[in-house]
């Protein structure tokens, strides 16, 4: 399978590759690892004329911890954030989420940013980057700006990265005191997508009730969305493996569930709750 | 449409090349530089057949353009034997018969190699999830297991090989 012919740069600064996407205009997708945008490109799903790789410029590379937040730089790849130390001591779900992706050698060149800006349905950081109320650092001709995590994702393949901007990086803030994270997934058996996953943060109070708590869902809709009414359920309260399984039950309340010959949108939604229900139990056990 | 130059380190050795920016590093390997021991299987990133290691790592050479590779340091199959002898992993595919048909291995191998590097002592468990990316349809992976295991033993305090 050989993709359409394409006009290829490699800018080595993100100046540079903001100035030529802002040339090319809508002919030109950002390429960093590859490994959503080249089996598209031979399956000859997408055809743009330019491509602009990201993949060498340095600033986007690296995974850095100060003043109380994680950086994770926009062509980290899957592997970096799988091996480093550091991440995993702080958001084990980080570690926990990359080794659940693909395969090694996929994860040796897919990036994060990459899949963030995708916003595949099925992928699973979307999931991880709304539990952990990541900010993402886009780069565009009118300079820098930020965007919540809970405005990123809006749509089936639609991120909130406008044409011209690049994602440079992904700020997580990391909680103070008790806290704990835990991503779940029920992988499609061959692809090793997600059909459901769910990645929660439970924060807790001095006094042992849930201070905060962050629950997303991914898989089951067009776009990775929050279960508010189930994070509701549980702030303020002394948390059960009961009152947990109840709130579970509100996951996945008014969304848009998708269908397919693998999974129907009733099979989904029931999953949603089941995986709600275990990402929450290791979220807590996590943070005590 | 324009071509672009290129200079990898292919197993050791300079070679330099122009080529179309589709260029998929796969073809660039077996069909310009005629290195026919990367296999193409699925062509979609599934099968691992076309695994080569890349400034260190495995990956898919199938989902690579070869204008990304620019200038890195690729190894294939062909790389690994040095004068004649067996690498430790070649050696354990073929002391505990890791290969029927033979058209996953060089992948196999390549992918066991990048798991050596980062873990030079894995787990049954970790070879399994280290080789996850790779499809055999021939032996049902017992065999390749027991030839992972017998490469990380024969390597165990022996000097790192070279790139």
Same mark, same amino acid.
């Given at each position: 399978?050989?993709?359409?012919?394409?006009?290829?740069?490699?800018?080595?600064?993100?100046?540079?590759?903001?100035?030529?996407?802002?040339?090319?205009?809508?002919?030109?997708?950002?390429?960093?690892?590859?490994?959503?945008?080249?089996?598209?490109?031979?399956?000859?799903?997408?055809?743009?004329?330019?491509?602009?790789?990201?993949?060498?410029?340095?600033?986007?590379?690296?995974?850095?911890?100060?003043?109380?937040?994680?950086?994770?730089?926009?062509?980290?790849?899957?592997a970096d954030i799988e091996f480093s130390e550091d991440l995993r001591g702080v958001f084990p779900l980080m570690h926990d989420?990359?080794?659940?992706?693909?395969?090694?050698?996929v994860r040796n060149l897919g990036t994060f940013g990459g899949a963030l800006a995708h916003a595949d349905p099925a992928g699973d950081w979307p999931a991880v980057a709304l539990a952990l109320n990541a900010t993402m650092r886009l780069t565009g001709p009118n300079g820098e700006r930020t965007v919540a995590a809970d405005d990123f994702f809006v749509d089936l393949l639609t991120s909130a990265v406008e044409p011209g901007e690049v994602l440079t990086a992904v700020e997580i803030p990391v909680p103070q005191g008790k806290y704990g994270t835990s991503y779940q997934k029920f992988s499609h058996p061959a692809s090793?997508?997600?059909?459901?996953?769910?990645?929660?943060?439970?924060?807790?109070?001095?006094?042992?009730?849930?201070?905060d708590c962050r629950v997303a869902i991914t898989g089951a809709g067009p776009k990775a969305t929050r279960a508010t009414a189930t994070e509701d359920a549980l702030k303020g309260q002394q948390l059960t493996e009961e009152l947990?399984?109840?709130?579970?039950?509100?996951?996945?309340?008014?969304?848009?569930?998708?269908?397919?010959?693998?999974?129907?949108?009733?099979?989904r939604a029931h999953l949603v709750k089941v995986f709600t229900k275990r990402a929450l139990l290791g979220a807590m056990q996590a943070a005590q | 449409m324009?071509?672009?130059?290129?200079?990898?380190?292919?197993?050791?050795?300079?070679?330099?090349? $122009?080529?179309?920016?589709?260029?998929?590093?796969?073809?660039?390997?077996?069909? /310009?530089? +005629? @290195?026919?021991?990367?296999?193409?299987?699925?062509?979609?990133?599934?099968?691992?057949?076309?695994?080569?290691?890349?400034?260190?790592?495995a990956v898919k050479s199938c989902t690579v353009f070869a204008v990304q590779a620019d200038g890195g340091q690729v190894m294939?199959?062909?790389?690994?034997? $040095?004068?004649?002898?067996?690498?430790?992993?070649?050696?354990?595919?073929?002391? /505990?018969? +890791? @290969?029927?048909?033979?058209?996953?291995t060089p992948g196999m191998i390549l992918s066991t190699y990048d798991l050596?590097?980062?873990?030079?002592?894995?787990?049954?468990q970790e070879i399994r999830?280290?080789?996850?990316?790779?499809?055999?349809?021939?032996?049902?992976?017992?065999?390749?297991?027991k030839s992972v295991q017998y490469a990380a033993n024969k390597m165990k305090g022996a000097p790192a090989v070279a790139d």
């Open positions: 399978m050989i993709p359409g012919e394409f006009e290829y740069y490699a800018p080595t600064s993100v100046q540079e590759a903001v100035s030529l996407l802002q040339q090319h205009g809508e002919d030109a997708k950002v390429l960093a690892g590859g490994h959503s945008l080249i089996p598209l490109l031979k399956l000859r799903l997408a055809s743009p004329p330019v491509l602009v790789d990201i993949g060498r410029i340095q600033e986007l590379k690296g995974i850095r911890r100060q003043n109380g937040a994680v950086t994770i730089g926009a062509l980290a790849t899957h989420t990359a080794t659940v992706i693909g395969d090694p050698m090793g997508y997600a059909v459901v996953g769910v990645a929660a943060l439970v924060q807790m109070g001095a006094d042992g009730a849930c201070q947990i399984a109840q709130a579970a039950e509100q996951a996945g309340n008014g969304m848009d569930f998708l269908g397919d010959i693998f999974a129907s949108e009733s099979y | 324009a071509t672009h130059p290129i200079t990898l380190t292919v197993n050791g050795s300079q070679r330099q090349g $122009q080529v179309e920016p589709r260029r998929l590093l796969v073809h660039y390997l077996r069909d /310009e530089l +005629g @290195l026919t021991g990367t296999h193409i299987g699925c062509e979609t990133s599934q099968c691992g057949a076309c695994t080569v290691i890349l400034n260190g790592q294939t199959i062909e790389g690994l034997a $040095q004068d004649g002898q067996l690498h430790p992993i070649q050696e354990g595919f073929w002391e /505990e018969h +890791g @290969l029927q048909c033979g058209f996953c050596l590097l980062k873990n030079p002592d894995p787990s049954e999830h280290a080789l996850h990316g790779n499809l055999c349809r021939c032996t049902g992976y017992q065999h390749i297991v």
